[in-house]
Nanobody, 124 residues
Framework: QVQLVESGGGLVQAGGSLTLSCTVS????????MGWFRQASGKEREFVAA????????DYADPVKGRFTISRDNAKNTVYLQMNSLKPEDTAVYYC?????????????????WGQGTQATVSS
């Protein structure tokens, strides 16, 4: 059973920073591509960032390019999302997800496992 647990959400003022973490149980973490998605109240879940199993490639949604950075530590079974220059429109529940095929994808259907989410709120 693969379980994903996010942490690091909270309340921050516009312009501030947050670092989200997602720890994955199971011995095959290093073979998964990992993604971050977010869902604002009343909106559909959307892609934020993703990283290949070996960190060789990453992808970002246009609204977060240059502000967010995804990284992973396979020794710690953890993926991170560093969020800088936060804006009120970044307010959402952030979910991490794992793709067993190891490939970066922006599509929710490509991911096999999901965490429960962590709330990030940016005040103006």
């Amino acid at each position: 059973q693969v379980q994903l647990v996010e942490s690091g959400g909270g309340l921050v003022q516009a312009g501030g920073s947050l670092t989200l973490s997602c720890t994955v149980s199971g011995r095959t973490f290093s073979s998964y591509a990992m993604g971050w998605f977010r869902q604002a109240s009343g909106k559909e879940r959307e892609f934020v960032a993703a990283i290949k199993w070996n960190s060789a490639s990453t992808d970002y949604a246009d609204p977060v390019k240059g502000r967010f950075t995804i990284s992973r530590d396979n020794a710690k079974n953890t993926v991170y999302l560093q969020m800088n220059s936060l804006k009120p429109e970044d307010t959402a529940v952030y979910y991490c997800a794992a793709a067993g095929n190891g490939r970066v994808s922006t599509r929710t259907g490509e991911y096999d496992y999901w965490g429960q989410g962590t709330q990030a709120t940016v005040s103006s």
